[in-house]
């Protein structure tokens, strides 16, 4: 069974390279459409200082919950071996018992599942922070984007990944990068209490609406009682 904490819902990110002012400035064949440029906005959050930095204190910071959540795991991996163990020597019997093995199979299963589940639940304040950083450097990503634009009179902005191929005059990720440096050079790592992701903002916000139209609704269905 292995861990998986906050800091790698994101690690192919941080492996994106970003172009360097030098590659910007190089000359590629055949005519140049002005105004446009491609963009990896993913790539350029994983590279700005605040998320870099992030990455570096959160180890630090939540390092009590990543213990727990190691020494939970290897306990959880002793409970399990002799259980596997004993799978595999059934299974290799002249005549194996097929309901057997399938119970204990399940019975591995179901405690697995269980140990993954407490060891999410230990890790959850990491993939909070995650979240946190990533929203704070979010809400700066478009303002650095557009800052970008006007200085180098871009009117287009295509994502990358979206391009078979371009040479690297168009690549507008090192510029972003550095506009986004300014904006938000370092991120809160711990969220406040209570804090939650804005999609459950959100959905929260929605149920509650849905909720107070309902209740308005109710009256109007409602008979109004007749005068004797």
């Known amino acids: 069974m292995t861990i998986r904490y906050a800091s790698a819902l994101l690690a192919g990110l941080a492996?994106?390279?970003?172009?360097?002012?030098?590659?910007?400035?190089?000359?590629?064949?055949?005519?140049?459409?002005?105004?446009?440029?491609?963009?990896?906005?993913?790539?350029?959050?994983?590279?700005?200082?605040?998320?870099?930095?992030?990455?570096?204190?959160?180890?630090?910071?939540?390092?009590?919950?990543?213990?727990?959540?190691n020494t939970r795991k290897t306990q959880i991996e002793a409970q399990l071996k002799p259980l596997i163990d004993k799978l595999t020597a059934d299974s290799k019997a002249a005549n194996p018992n097929r309901a057997a093995l399938q119970q204990q199979y399940e019975q591995i299963q179901q405690l697995e599942q269980a140990g993954q589940a407490e060891i999410q639940q230990i890790l959850e304040p990491l993939n909070l922070s995650q979240q946190y950083v990533l929203e704070q450097i979010g809400d700066k990503l478009d303002a650095a984007t557009q800052a970008a634009m006007d200085k180098k009179k871009i009117s287009l902005v295509i994502d990358s990944q979206s391009v078979i191929k371009a040479g690297q005059v168009y690549n507008l990720n090192q510029d972003i990068l550095t506009e986004l440096n300014k904006l938000i050079p370092s991120a809160q790592l711990v969220p406040p209490a209570g804090w939650m992701p804005r999609a459950q903002r959100e959905a929260q916000a929605q149920a509650q609406a849905a909720q107070q139209q309902a209740g308005a609704a109710q009256p109007a269905n409602k008979k109004v009682p007749e005068g004797r």
């Open 15 to 69: 492996a994106v390279a970003v172009a360097p002012n030098a590659a910007l400035a190089q000359a590629t064949t055949g005519t140049v459409v002005q105004g446009i440029a491609i963009a990896n906005p993913s790539a350029v959050v994983a590279a700005s200082s605040a998320f870099q930095t992030a990455q570096q204190q959160r180890p630090v910071t939540y390092k009590p919950q990543i213990d727990q959540a």
